[in-house]
Nanobody, 119 residues
Framework: VQLQASGGGLVQPGGSLGLSCAAS????????LGWFRQAPGKEREFVAA????????YYADSVKGRFTISRVNAKNTVYLQMNNLKAEDTAVYYC?????????????WGQGTLVTVSS
């Protein structure tokens, strides 16, 4: 497995959760990385992306101001800090290599981690 997402779980509305995605060096170095999510019965949707140097970040309108993407290149890890979570944020979250808002712009998908927002 080249990308491994973790950190999902159950959280109450308004709460916070942090996700991590560890990558092997060969697919991490010099590449942008992103997060997507997929709710039951829905298509996979873009959440956020970050360039290798962290000079640019890109967010979906639905998470802007609530979620923060970051990365630590020395650890080959990208993070997604999620605050003020809402029920509609419930989904399986995936990390992948690439840049843009379309799944076809990404490769090397990791296995997902489930986030459930519920009281």
């Amino acid at each position: 497995v080249q990308l491994q997402a973790s950190g999902g779980g159950l959280v109450q509305p308004g709460g916070s959760l942090g996700l991590s995605c560890a990558a092997s060096g060969s697919i991490f170095v010099n590449y942008a990385l992103g997060w997507f999510r997929q709710a039951p019965g829905k298509e996979r949707e873009f959440v956020a992306a970050i360039t290798y140097s962290s000079s640019s970040e890109y967010y979906a309108d639905s998470v802007k101001g609530r979620f923060t993407i970051s990365r630590v290149n020395a650890k080959n890890t990208v993070y997604l800090q999620m605050n003020n979570l809402k029920a509609e944020d419930t989904a399986v979250y995936y990390c992948a290599r690439g840049w843009g808002s379309k799944p076809r712009e990404y490769d090397s998908w990791g296995q997902g981690t489930l986030v459930t927002v519920s009281s």
